[in-house]
């Protein structure tokens, strides 16, 4: 999941400002009503994180070496063939 969000992250990032999907980003949420509780986790958050746990920055995802930053080794697929 977090190499999935990383790469599409990267996608929407190197789209030029004016692309609808970027124009969501600048959406302004400041006058909804929260429920009482703990504030849901937002995308943006979520990534952050993921970017945190992995070393990387939001500027390298103009560098051609993203995909390989973001992979992730599959723990289940130990390199043995049948």
């Not at 302004?28 to 990534?47: A, D, L, S």
């Not at 994180?49 to 390989?68: C, F, H, N, P, V």
Request: glycine share 6%; proline share 5%; hydrophobic share 35%.
């Amino acid at each position: 999941m977090r190499e999935a969000r990383l790469r599409w992250f990267g996608h929407v990032q190197r789209r030029p400002l004016e692309a609808p999907v970027r124009r969501c980003e600048s959406l302004v949420t400041r006058h909804v009503k929260r429920g009482r509780g703990r504030p849901i986790k937002t995308w943006n958050e979520t990534v952050r994180k993921d970017m945190m746990y992995l070393g990387i920055s939001e500027i390298m995802t103009k560098a051609t070496q993203w995909r390989q930053r973001i992979h992730i080794v599959d723990p289940t697929n130990s390199g043995i063939k049948a």
